[in-house]
């Protein structure tokens, strides 16, 4: 059998079939709030909270806070936002800053050093005046 499975061969030699029970089966209607745009919405999910919250049909139902969600991300929304909470914008604004000064530095010598052309120049003309 080319281009196709034979099912037999994997039954003849014990291939193992899928794992039962894998997938969560607790599934339950749970709100997620993005506290920092105000937005929050009722879903079914596993993810596992301690919280409750009364939800605008007035049941009360168990709550996730999530940090981004698609009334805050970018990509959503079009507009940049930095979340910055260990200061890596700041770390690398100013490695920036320096890579800028270095290569400010490094033009101010270029420019105080004679083009090399000239160095030719000059030593072809004592050449010429020895010869």
Do not use: C, Q
Not at 30 to 45: M, N, P, Q, R
Not at 60 to 74: G, N, T
Not at 92 to 108: D, I
């Amino acid at each position: 059998m080319i281009g196709a499975v034979d099912f037999t061969a994997l039954i003849r030699y014990n291939v193992p079939s899928m794992k039962k029970d894998l997938h969560p089966t607790d599934y339950r209607l749970v709100v997620f709030i993005d506290e920092a745009a105000g937005f929050s919405f009722l879903t079914k999910s596993t993810a596992p909270t301690n919280e409750t919250i009364k939800w605008e049909d007035g049941n009360e139902y168990p709550v996730v806070k999530v940090h981004i969600s698609s009334a805050s991300h970018p990509f959503f929304t079009g507009e940049e936002k930095i979340i910055d909470t260990e200061g890596r914008v700041d770390r690398f604004a100013a490695r920036m800053k320096k890579a800028k000064e270095h290569k400010e530095m490094l033009a101010k010598k270029a420019a105080k050093k004679p083009a090399p052309k000239a160095k030719e120049a000059e030593s072809e003309e004592k050449v010429k005046e020895v010869a």
